[in-house]
């Protein structure tokens, strides 16, 4: 496997950029101000008003409603438009190359394993064509699939764990059809969180090599949303931030080999999107802002050659 990046200019017959991740590879809630032609910081009051008067998973899917109204779409279509500020757009915009983005808000590593290898079982994606870019997703998320179709299904994005005893969950559990007791805590554990988001990016690795696709790893926030023998962090009622292993865990040596083999695709781990991010105030639901994606854009587009794929 060739470890020395050639970059795009001269990756003959690459055409195509095709993005996977979650939400920030979407670019989730960067232009809401825009669309609404109001300011940021009005925007972002709003939405800390809707967080302060339900739970933050309710507030999300109901600002997503608003945002649908105003622009007469499905809630789906609003969230899944073309955002042009972002950084997946502005990359490609510099670098004269088509893109195709497959990022789902809420998604995980596993199931963007998934959606590479049927998207190119489906030739969707062919590896003369296309470079791959996978936003990498936090090891808090794990996904299902729903009994009708097979769609991708939120009833554990971002799960924290809570049994179905606990009000709340019991509801939601209730909503996705399930009415024995669930022990989620005995379930998504913090090490099966864990060992799926690295058994899933071993697998990505693995089929960009036996597939001869380029691969790019794209950080998005820093290494602590996985804390080893450490203080435990304070909880948020926003969402799961964290998970807490140890490094006597039967695991460990696979998880630190496969992301030490990561970085070999991956961008500057230390200049991830929420490091341009700065002092300025995040959107309203905590993602980057515009700036950022602007500047995070234009830092891989100057250093893209200096990352190393096969």
């Not at 933050?56 to 409603?65: I, P, S």
């Not at 998320?141 to 769609?151: A, C």
């Not at 695709?265 to 002092?279: K, W």
Request: aromatic share 12%; glycine share 4%; with cysteine.
């Amino acid at each position: 496997m060739d470890k020395t990046a050639t970059g795009p200019e001269t990756q003959s017959g690459m055409n195509r950029y095709v993005f996977f991740g979650d939400s920030s590879v979407c670019g989730l809630e960067i232009e809401d101000h825009e669309v609404l032609k109001n300011d940021f910081e009005l925007v972002n009051v709003m939405k800390e008003g809707l967080i302060d008067q339900y739970d933050f998973k309710t507030a999300v899917v109901m600002w997503h409603m608003h945002m649908a109204q105003q622009t007469n779409m499905s809630p789906w279509d609003y969230i899944n438009r073309p955002v042009e500020s972002s950084y997946p757009y502005l990359l490609a915009k510099s670098q004269n190359v088509d893109i195709k983005t497959y990022c789902q808000t809420a998604s995980s590593m596993d199931y963007v394993l998934l959606q590479l290898q049927n998207l190119h079982a489906q030739k969707e994606i062919n590896p003369d064509n296309d470079v791959l870019f996978v936003g990498m997703c936090r090891p808090t998320r794990t996904y299902t699939l729903d009994n009708d179709e097979g769609r991708y299904n939120f009833a554990f994005e971002n799960a924290d764990g809570k049994d179905s005893s606990d009000p709340e969950t019991a509801q939601m559990l209730k909503r996705f059809g399930h009415n024995k007791e669930i022990l989620l805590s005995e379930f998504l554990t913090d090490n099966k969180l864990v060992a799926s988001f690295y058994s899933a990016l071993d697998g990505i690795i693995n089929f960009a090599t036996v597939n001869n696709y380029q691969l790019h790893l794209v950080p998005h926030f820093n290494q602590d949303y996985i804390k080893v023998d450490g203080e435990h962090r304070p909880p948020t009622n926003a969402y799961k931030t964290h998970c807490e292993t140890k490094q006597e865990w039967e695991y460990w040596d696979f998880c630190i080999d496969t992301y030490n083999r990561a970085k070999l695709y991956m961008i500057d781990e230390s200049m991830h999107l929420m490091y341009f991010q700065g002092d300025r105030d995040l959107c309203g639901f905590y993602h980057p802002d515009q700036e950022a994606h602007r500047q995070y854009a234009e830092y891989i587009t100057e250093n893209l050659n200096k990352t190393s794929f096969n």
